[in-house]
């Protein structure tokens, strides 16, 4: 039983190293930012039971969704490419500031997939704030700063973690969903969705919701790639248990399941308001 458990402890202190490689996406630096924002979304709402087709959907206009790991300063031991993965303090409370004084309005992922499959109207400058992986720091840093703008945020939780040194525990998760924020599935530990085969769909995927569904008392309806990998064979498996959309990183979406095949983009920790402001509107 001590050896599981030192697996496990061993599984979840390499999870950063794990999502912070295979994850790519196009940098753009300070010397090159104008000030931008993004044209408000207006969609004409479909008739009532008629869903779009994977085709519509594609054709509209995304949503920016950003992506969130670590909020915390910078440790000598941090690597180079782990710091793309952590956001600074100051840093994450200025593109927040950014963010509600530019007029964005946060939604939630109920919000998105009505607009992607029937063209429900949305708010003015609508944006997504996701946060990966359980750490702590979402909670304690990253949810009061949300809160001074009313921001609402979905947190995909790895369970394996839940309760461990420096990761969110049930109680925090039930509040974060109290609060009006959504808790959604990031598999059990992080193993690459692209590799499930027999027994993982039920370590990784119905295990891990069953216990999110059990602290939160609502459903889980949402999933986010680990690594941001997916592949088509395995989108057949989210929709036979019920997940209505799924979030992966910067690659190009599914034609035939694009509700499954949701884009995002890393927020990195490099980047100054500024930065992020232009990339929101080069990226969506």
């Not at 050896?3 to 753009?28: D, E, P, R």
């Not at 790895?158 to 959604?184: C, F, H």
Request: net charge positive; charged share 25%.
């Amino acid at each position: 039983m001590l050896n599981l458990i030192s697996v496990a402890a061993a599984v979840c202190t390499l999870t950063l190293v794990a999502c912070n490689s295979g994850k790519t996406q196009k940098k753009t630096t300070d010397s090159t930012i104008t000030s931008t924002s993004i044209t408000t979304t207006t969609e004409v709402i479909k008739k009532p039971g008629k869903l779009a087709t994977s085709a519509e959907i594609i054709a509209r206009k995304q949503v920016p969704i950003l992506c969130y790991h670590q909020i915390r300063d910078w440790r000598a031991k941090d690597s180079k490419t782990a710091k793309d993965y952590i956001v600074p303090i100051a840093s994450f409370k200025e593109k927040i500031k950014m963010l509600a004084d530019s007029g964005y309005h946060t939604i939630l992922p109920n919000q998105l997939y009505d607009y992607l499959t029937t063209g429900a109207a949305m708010p003015s400058k609508p944006i997504m704030l996701t946060f990966d992986d359980t750490d702590l720091d979402q909670f304690t840093i990253a949810n009061p700063e949300l809160k001074k703008y009313g921001f609402k945020a979905v947190y995909f939780i790895m369970t394996v973690s839940i309760g461990r040194p420096n990761y969110m525990n049930k109680d925090q998760i039930k509040q974060l969903s109290d609060e009006g924020n959504v808790i959604a599935s990031h598999t059990w530990d992080h193993h690459n969705f692209k590799k499930f085969t027999g027994k993982d769909w039920e370590t990784q995927i119905d295990k891990p919701t069953k216990k999110l569904e059990d602290i939160t008392g609502k459903k889980i309806e949402y999933f986010a790639y680990p690594f941001g990998l997916w592949n088509a064979q395995g989108l057949p498996e989210l929709k036979s248990r019920g997940f209505k959309a799924a979030f992966q990183l910067s690659e190009k979406r599914d034609p035939n399941d694009p509700v499954l095949t949701i884009r995002r983009i890393l927020d990195s920790g490099y980047w100054s308001a500024k930065t992020l402001s232009n990339s929101i509107r080069n990226s969506f």
